[in-house]
């Protein structure tokens, strides 16, 4: 469940990279009765995966 982060990405040992698009749902806490979706990936030995929240993407520097 990304609850409106980024999806992730997965970059497997072999160098492909997949967008772990699958889950998602609103913010968390937002609404009381929320519905969420999920989805599974198999990490594998090698295998690394990148989240990142919105703060990362809206971040500014000090001139914006």
Known sequence: MRACHVPP???RA???VERLAAA???PLGLMEDA???CAAAELRAGDELLIVT???TEAMNPAR
Do not use: A, H
């Open 9 to 11: 990405f997965l970059r």
């Open 14 to 16: 072999n160098g492909t």
């Open 24 to 26: 998602s749902g609103p």
């Open 35 to 37: 519905v969420y979706t």
């Open 54 to 56: 919105n703060d990362i």
